[in-house]
C-alpha cells in the first residue's frame, strides 16, 4: 500500500560512472517503488563513509553505474509494495514510523540513500525509538554504532579492564570507538593520528596516551609506561598492520576494520615473520545482521545522555561534492552527515 500523497519524482544524487567528485550529479529522478519484501523509506537525513568514496573511485568490485550511492540513512516508513499479503502487512512497521537502516547492499547492489526516498529490505530497518535527538545526531548513527560495536565486541572481544589501542583514531569510526570502549570498561586507551594536533581532540574524547603515527609507532609503544596493548583496532589498514601488530601483548588481538590508508593489499605478508609469536589477527567486515544485533536502544540513550558524545557536522544534498572533497583531502574529527528533511 503507497501513501497518496507521495511524490512522483525525488532528487538524489547520482554517481554517473567512477571518477572524480564532480561524477555525482542531482537529479530528479522517479521515485523508486519497493519490492515484494522492501520498505520505501522518506530519507531524513544519512551518514557520510569513506566507503561511499571508495565506491565512486571504484574500489567496489560489482557495482554497476549510474548508481545512487550511500550505505545508510534514518527516515519515515513512507510506504509499502501495492499488492501485499496480510502476513507481510501485520510485520511491519506502520507508516510514518521513524527508522534506520544501513548496509544490505545499500548504494552497491541496489539504489542507495544519498536520496529524498530509498527502498531496503524490511528486514534491514530498525525503529528509532522516542528521542529528542535532532535528526543529524540520529543520521550519525546506523553505520558508525554497527561498525565500532560490532568490532569491539565481535572482532576484539574487548572486555572491561582492557587495553586498547586505536590506529587510526580520529576518523568517526576511531572517535566513537574511543566512547564505546569507555563504556565496556577499557582500563587504558591509546589513540593515533598522523598529526600532533590532534592530539588535544583525541584526549578530549577519552584517549589516555597519544602516539603520532609517521607509520611505525611500535618502538613508542614498547617505551611508554604501560608497553604493549591488548587490543588494537586497525582503521588505518594495511599501511600499517605489519607494526600494529607488533604493538600487542603476547596473546593480544589486532582486528582490522578501516583502511583509511587507501592500500587494499599487502605485498609479501608472511603470517611466520609478520605476525609476533601469539599475537591474534582478525577483521571485522558488518552487515545487515550485526546492525540488527546491535544494543541500538541502549546506545541512543547513551548518546541521548550525553555519555557516548559524537562530533557531528551537518550538510545539505547540495554539498555532497564538497563533503567528498573533504574525504579525499583526509577528513577526519566528527562524523559527517547530510541533512534531507527535517520532517
Ligand atoms: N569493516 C567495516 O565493516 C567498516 C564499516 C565502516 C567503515 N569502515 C572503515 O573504517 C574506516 C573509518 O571510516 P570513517 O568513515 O569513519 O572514516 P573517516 O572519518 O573519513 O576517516 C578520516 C580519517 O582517516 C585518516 N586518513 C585519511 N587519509 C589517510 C591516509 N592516506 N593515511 C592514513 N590515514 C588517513 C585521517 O586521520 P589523521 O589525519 O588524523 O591521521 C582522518 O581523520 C574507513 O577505512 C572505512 O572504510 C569499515
Known amino acids: 500500500m503507497m501513501q497518496s500523497t507521495l511524490p512522483k519524482t525525488m532528487r538524489a544524487?547520482?554517481?554517473?560512472?567512477?571518477?572524480?567528485?564532480?561524477?555525482?550529479?542531482?537529479?530528479?529522478?522517479?521515485?523508486?517503488?519497493?519490492?515484494?519484501?522492501?520498505?520505501?523509506?522518506?530519507?531524513?537525513?544519512?551518514?557520510?563513509?569513506?566507503?561511499?568514496?571508495?565506491?565512486?573511485?571504484?574500489?567496489?568490485?560489482?557495482?554497476?553505474?549510474?548508481?545512487?550511492?550511500?550505505?545508510?540513512?534514518?527516515?519515515?516508513?513512507?510506504?509499502?509494495p501495492a499488492a501485499e499479503t496480510v502476513e507481510s502487512k501485520s510485520a511491519r512497521h506502520?507508516?510514518?514510523?521513524?527508522?534506520?537502516?544501513?548496509?544490505?547492499?545499500?548504494?552497491?547492489?541496489?539504489?542507495?540513500?544519498?536520496?529524498e526516498y530509498t527502498c531496503v529490505s524490511e528486514a534491514n530497518v530498525r525503529p528509532i525509538p522516542a528521542t529528542d535527538l535532532s535528526v543529524g545526531t540520529l543520521a550519525a548513527?546506523?553505520?558508525?554504532?554497527?561498525?565500532?560495536?560490532?568490532?569491539?565486541?565481535?572482532?576484539?572481544?574487548?572486555?572491561?579492564?582492557?587495553?586498547?589501542?586505536?590506529?587510526?583514531a580520529t576518523s568517526s569510526i576511531g572517535l566513537c570507538a574511543?566512547?564505546?570502549?569507555?563504556?565496556?570498561?577499557?582500563?587504558?586507551?591509546?589513540?593515533?593520528?598522523?598529526?600532533?594536533?590532534?592530539?588535544?581532540?583525541?584526549?578530549?574524547?577519552?584517549?589516555?596516551?597519544f602516539f603520532v603515527d609517521g607509520g611505525e609507532i611500535a618502538k613508542d609503544v614498547a617505551r611508554s609506561?604501560?608497553?604493549?596493548?591488548?587490543?588494537?583496532l586497525e582503521l588505518t589498514g594495511t599501511t600499517t598492520l605489519r607494526d600494529s601488530v607488533k604493538c600487542a601483548v603476547s596473546k593480544g588481538t589486532v582486528c582490522m576494520t578501516g583502511i583509511q590508508g587507501g592500500e587494499w593489499e599487502m605485498e609479501k605478508f608472511s603470517p611466520m615473520g609478520d605476525l609476533p609469536?601469539?599475537?591474534?589477527?582478525?577483521?571485522?567486515?558488518?552487515?545487515?545482521?550485526?546492525?540488527?544485533?546491535?544494543?541500538?536502544?541502549e546506545l541512543i540513550r547513551e548518546v541521548e545522555a550525553g555519555k557516548v558524545k559524537i562530533p557531528v557536522r551537518e550538510f545539505k544534498l547540495e554539498d555532497i561534492r564538497e563533503v567528498h572533497k573533504i574525504l579525499e583531502s583526509g577528513g577526519g574529527g566528527a562524523k559527517m552527515v547530510v541533512v534531507v528533511s527535517n520532517e
Open 13 to 80: 544524487v547520482i554517481c554517473t560512472a567512477t571518477g572524480p567528485v564532480s561524477v555525482m550529479e542531482i537529479r530528479d529522478v522517479p521515485l523508486p517503488t519497493p519490492q515484494p519484501g522492501q520498505v520505501l523509506i522518506k530519507v531524513l537525513g544519512f551518514g557520510i563513509n569513506r566507503a561511499e568514496m571508495f565506491t565512486r573511485q571504484g574500489h567496489s568490485p560489482g557495482v554497476e553505474f549510474p548508481r545512487i550511492i550511500g550505505i545508510e540513512c534514518i527516515g519515515v516508513v513512507a510506504g509499502y
Open 178 to 209: 574511543l566512547q564505546l570502549a569507555r563504556k565496556i570498561g577499557a582500563a587504558r586507551i591509546g589513540a593515533t593520528s598522523r598529526s600532533t594536533e590532534r592530539e588535544e581532540l583525541l584526549r578530549q574524547n577519552g584517549a589516555d596516551e
Open 141 to 168: 548513527l546506523p553505520e558508525m554504532l554497527q561498525t565500532t560495536w560490532g568490532s569491539l565486541v565481535a572482532g576484539l572481544d574487548l572486555r572491561p579492564g582492557e587495553s586498547l589501542l586505536i590506529r587510526g
Open 225 to 232: 609506561a604501560r608497553g604493549g596493548f591488548d587490543k588494537i
Open 94 to 115: 506502520a507508516v510514518g514510523t521513524r527508522v534506520a537502516t544501513c548496509m544490505g547492499g545499500l548504494g552497491r547492489q541496489i539504489p542507495g540513500s544519498y536520496a
Open 277 to 297: 609469536n601469539r599475537v591474534r589477527l582478525c577483521a571485522y567486515g558488518g552487515g545487515p545482521d550485526d546492525f540488527m544485533a546491535l544494543p541500538w536502544e
